[in-house]
């Protein structure tokens, strides 16, 4: 099997190459800007569709898995063009390729393609995003399947690991640094650890599924209970959690209040983690770290 990952070096493809090179697929690895050693590994700016083309024809892959976005939230306010040439057309780009070459096409969206206002949400449920980084991933899935005869549209929440600055990471280093910080208690997500969703997108390969996936994380939780379960495990200081509502946050784009999915569907293939049985399992990844 051979599997070709966009965004290489980003939270999610890093982990993914490790993954899928320990289930033996032959891997290849596109990247933009962070360098990644290996001679499976490409450069690419994919919103350059020749480029991508001709890329995706030398390596002819059987199964893409695009991880590669524009993924602050808000930065995609501020930088509207740039957050629909990558999370766009970028899309199209490489799914036009993946299509031609008759290779699955797996697509990594997220659970801002929801408005928030029930949580819960099944993979069957209306989208209806807020903001303009949740327009961008839905205008993604449009394309997929509107291109791809043989696809996967997976959708985490709030994605974190040991190997790249996330939201996680960045509760850790204030606690490390004994600041205090904000965090809401009125938004609730489904965290997902990259070594969970990792797997959960390797069952879907080997059993051949297509269609749309809630691949996150096991339970729904609030932002606050979850940097509560981060002190936990750490054996930190609650103390510098300074609790806040979502509307008095600086924020310039709009979140959804309730952004957490129904993993029924990923379950019956990868039953996905708990949040302390991933909590501890990124706690082994980043021990020594800290």
């Known amino acids: 099997m051979k599997v070709l990952i966009t965004g290489g070096s980003g939270l999610l493809g890093a982990k993914l190459r490790v993954i899928f090179e320990e289930n033996k697929y032959d891997v290849y690895v596109l990247f933009h800007k962070k360098p ?18 001709q890329v995706l024809k030398k390596i002819s892959p059987d199964v893409v898995v695009h991880t590669a976005a524009y993924t602050n ?12 040439a990558v999370n766009v057309q970028g899309t199209e780009n490489v799914a036009n390729a993946t299509e031609k070459l008759n290779a699955k096409f797996m697509y990594i969206s997220t659970d801002y393609v929801f408005n928030g206002n029930k949580g819960r949400y099944k993979e069957e449920d209306a989208t209806d995003p807020i903001d303009f980084y949740g327009i961008t991933k839905l205008e993604g899935e ?4 509107n291109i791809c005869s043989d696809f996967v549209i997976a959708r985490p929440s709030v994605i974190y690991g040991a190997a790249k600055k996330n939201f996680v990471t960045w509760v850790i280093d204030m606690f490390k640094n004994k600041k205090n910080f904000n965090i809401v208690t009125d938004q609730y997500v ?3 650890f990259n070594g969970d969703l990792a797997k959960q997108l390797v069952a879907l390969i080997d059993q051949d599924k297509t269609g749309i996936f809630h691949t996150a994380g096991g339970e729904r939780i609030s932002r606050y209970a979850f940097v509560k379960s981060i002190a936990d495990i750490f054996n930190f200081d609650e103390t510098f959690i300074d609790v806040i509502k979502m509307e008095d946050m600086n924020w310039i784009a709009r979140r959804p209040k309730d952004s957490s999915l129904d993993v029924s569907k990923i379950s019956k293939f990868k039953k996905p983690y708990l949040i302390m049985e991933s909590l501890n399992l990124f706690k082994k990844e980043i021990e020594g770290q800290i």
């Open 190 to 192: 489904s965290p997902t």
């Open 73 to 84: 939230v808000d930065e995609c306010e501020k930088n509207k063009d740039i957050a629909f």
């Open 142 to 145: 449009k394309s997929v399947t």
């Open 36 to 53: 990644i050693a290996g001679k499976n590994c490409f450069q690419i700016d994919i919103t350059q569709k020749n480029d991508v083309i």
